[in-house]
């Protein structure tokens, strides 16, 4: 993966042609609700803002095909035909969201049910059960007609598989889920007794006598853990083999454009198992949108995008949808603030994004969504939205040659896994509604505030050119993802364990023999109770430093196991526990984090961790600025974001893209501002990220 100058390579699908020239710019293009007069304004304004790239269609079936079996594409040549005139690519989706209400009529058997058996009312989209093979004839002679019908077409450049598999439909309960539910355990455990064992059927006398007797969870008590998770897991399975079969449709027609489904992923976990299905991408996509109350929301965003990263082997990724401004599915939706559109763009970039692309060129007058936010906003032109989106665009051109680039310098890796997600949200726990991911947040908060790359990546991932590796809460975990932790560590690595992680294996059965399981060896302790905290309590460690939501009862290390305790409690349940420790493994460390230390002791403690690693950050920075570097084997690039309202500075030297400014040692940033500096001379990277998943 990496060039003889140290510098990563670009990408992990060096096949793949994307879809423009340079940085792609533009949105979710819907001119079927619009006349064709409006159509031509569209491009026109378009070719002022700077889009080069619409997706196309994705609600456009009945369009396609008005009646069952009627095709019409005349529309869409006409579209085509104009956006290629005016120098527009095209992301062209499969139609297969928006489920035409003809189809409907025709087989309401499609309708996916909730878990009482209930089919849900047709419209909406994502009408459609997954496992449907009603649904999957249809969809597939759609996509089979319109792969056809546009293959050679100059403006198609990628397929954009579907919207959001998922996205509503993700889990359903009618017979015929329930057959290929169980058709799925029938094929991973063989026989009944290994079910039984595998999910504890015993507990509650739920004992099956026959694999016939499985159903997908929905009893009327709480459900098993087991069982739970492992529908999540056939859940994913069939979206993912829905859209194998609609790719594999399309490929037929047009073997070399690349083919994508876009994502949502967050903080996750996600709908589906997005790391698990990353592969069957050729461009990795994401649909991303901060939520407004948020104070920290840039850091959501940088999170998420540093997860895309770690799904795209490094390599480039693509924004696919963000909003103009604001949502409307909050309870209130305020507007970005000045600048913030600006700040978000250039943060997904900075994040190894190649793409700025939003939910949608124009707003729509009528339906669900007619209050979304838009490139074009209902205002019009003479709107700041479209002003800053001129802006955005002419920034595109101008960074044009970051394309080649890749982002750099990540020495941190945070291990994040929607199957831990998933079991820990399955079943009764000792904190009901705990969010799966809230300490691998407020870890990777605490190193975005320290101007630290930290790729997301799965607990598969290659860790060995990591200085720190970050285990939040990894609530489940195979013995062999342990195992390589271990030896990372043991080869001379560095990784933080923090509560509640390594408790279950992989069906979701507990770890028995001391807290946490998986990773208790390798730390050198051993947990016996768990003892949740109240929002107003607190535990002290004896440094000073408090334990929020979470706390344990550590038995004393055994003194031959070479464990330093640093903090221990001092009040509350668990006084005089071990709180956090520390353990030499071979040629490296091993720490362990007890309970939910509160921001500023986090703060400390990834101090005194970046230190002692020897982790290096991205740049010095004052409070509030984002900065991260994306390089090629013979030029850098600082990407800064000022996300405070005071000026702001960075040490740097080097031509600023998108102003021409020069800098030399000192870059000051206004309030709210951006800045991507070409460096001078080029940065090395000191420890360039290998992320090939094995
Ligand atoms: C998602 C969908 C879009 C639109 C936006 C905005 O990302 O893919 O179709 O609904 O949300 O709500």
Same mark, same amino acid.
């Given at each position: 993966m990496t060039s003889s100058t140290g510098h990563p390579a670009p990408s992990r699908r060096p096949s793949v042609d994307w879809p423009t020239a340079g940085l792609s710019f533009g949105g979710d293009y819907s001119p079927e609700q619009w006349p064709w007069e409006t159509v031509l304004e569209d491009m026109e304004l378009m070719r002022e803002a700077g889009v080069n790239l619409v997706t196309l269609g994705v609600f456009s079936w009945i369009v396609h095909e008005p009646r069952d079996g009627t095709f019409d594409f005349s529309w869409l040549d006409r579209v085509l035909d104009l956006l290629h005139e005016h120098g527009i690519g095209v992301d062209l989706a499969t139609p297969t969201a928006?489920?035409?209400? /003809?189809?409907?009529?025709l087989h309401p058997e499609i309708l996916p049910q909730d878990e009482h058996g209930h089919p849900l009312a047709p419209g909406g989209r994502l009408g459609w059960c997954p496992s449907s093979p009603v649904f999957r004839h249809f969809a597939l002679r759609i996509v089979d007609r319109l792969a056809a019908h546009v293959a050679g077409h100059p403006a198609v450049r990628m397929w954009h598989v579907s919207n959001e598999l998922g996205g509503g439909n993700a889990r359903c309960h009618c017979p015929v889920s329930n057959d290929r539910f169980r058709a799925w355990i029938a094929a991973k455990y063989e026989s009944v007794d290994a079910l039984n064992t595998a999910w504890g059927m015993a507990f509650w006398g739920n004992t099956y006598s026959s694999l016939e007797e499985v159903t997908t969870p929905s009893g009327v008590t709480a459900h098993n853990p087991g069982q739970l998770l492992d529908y999540e897991r056939f859940s994913s399975d069939e979206l993912l083999e829905h859209y194998r079969s609609e790719r594999a449709t399309i490929l037929r027609h047009t073997p070399r454009l690349p083919v994508t489904t876009n994502f949502m992923v967050g903080l996750g976990p996600d709908v589906v198992d997005y790391p698990r299905w990353a592969d069957e991408m050729d461009i990795v996509t994401n649909d991303h949108y901060t939520y407004g109350p948020d104070p920290r929301r840039h850091?959501? @965003?940088?999170?998420?995008?540093?997860?895309m990263r770690g799904m795209s082997g490094g390599g480039p /990724?693509?924004?696919? $949808?963000?909003? %103009?401004?604001?949502?409307?599915w909050h309870p209130i939706n305020q507007p970005k603030r000045p600048g913030e559109m600006i700040r978000h763009a250039m943060a997904h970039l900075a994040r190894g994004s190649n793409s700025v692309m939003f939910f949608q060129w124009r707003a729509s007058r009528s339906g669900t969504e007619q209050f979304h936010s838009a490139m074009l906003p209902h205002a019009g032109r003479d709107s700041r939205i479209f002003r800053d989106i001129s802006t955005l665009g002419a920034h595109l051109v101008a960074l044009e040659e970051v394309r080649e680039t890749v982002v750099v310098d990540a020495q941190v890796a945070i291990l994040h896994d929607d199957e831990a997600g998933w079991a820990l949200k399955s079943g009764l726990k000792p904190v009901n509604r705990p969010s799966y991911a809230d300490t691998a947040r407020a870890l990777h908060d605490a190193l975005f505030r320290r101007a630290v790359t930290a790729d997301v990546v799965p607990p598969w991932s290659t860790l060995t050119d990591y200085r720190l590796v970050v285990v939040p809460g990894?609530?489940?975990?195979?013995? %062999?993802? %342990?195992? *390589?932790?271990? *030896?990372?560590?043991?080869? =001379? =690595?560095?990784?933080?364990?923090? /509560?509640?992680?390594?408790?279950?294996?992989?069906?979701?059965?507990?770890?028995?023999? !001391?807290?946490?399981? %998986?990773?208790?060896?390798?730390?050198?302790?051993?947990? $016996?109770?768990?003892?949740?905290?109240?929002? +107003?309590?607190?535990?002290?460690?004896?440094?000073?430093w408090l334990f929020t939501r979470w706390s344990e009862l550590l038995r004393d290390p055994d003194p031959d196991a070479g464990v330093e305790v640093l903090a221990s409690a001092v009040d509350g349940w668990v006084a005089g526990s071990p709180a956090i420790t520390r353990r030499t493994v071979g040629a490296g460390t091993a720490w362990? @984090?007890? !309970? +939910?230390?509160?921001? +500023?002791?986090? =703060?400390?403690?990834?101090?005194?961790?970046? $230190?002692?690693? !020897?982790v290096e950050r991205v740049a010095r920075v004052s409070d509030g600025v984002e900065a991260v570097r994306r390089a090629s084997s013979s030029a850098s690039y600082l990407f800064l974001v000022n996300h405070t309202d005071e000026a702001a500075w960075t040490d740097a030297t080097g031509v600023d893209l998108l102003t021409g400014a020069e800098h030399e040692g000192r870059v000051v940033l206004a309030p709210g501002g951006v800045a991507v500096l070409r460096e001078t001379p080029a940065q090395p990277t000191p420890n360039p990220p290998l992320l090939e998943s094995s």
């Open positions: 928006a489920v035409p209400m /003809w189809l409907h009529r850091q959501e @965003l940088a999170f998420s995008g540093d997860r /990724w693509m924004l696919m $949808e963000h909003a %103009a401004g604001a949502a409307s990894l609530f489940l975990v195979s013995d %062999a993802n %342990a195992a *390589a932790v271990r *030896a990372y560590v043991e080869a =001379g =690595g560095t990784v933080l364990v923090t /509560w509640f992680s390594g408790i279950v294996d992989e069906v979701n059965t507990v770890r028995t023999g !001391g807290f946490p399981g %998986a990773f208790r060896e390798l730390l050198g302790v051993s947990s $016996e109770e768990f003892f949740p905290l109240t929002s +107003d309590e607190r535990v002290t460690l004896d440094n000073g362990y @984090l007890s !309970g +939910d230390l509160e921001d +500023d002791s986090l =703060g400390a403690l990834v101090d005194r961790i970046l $230190e002692e690693t !020897g």
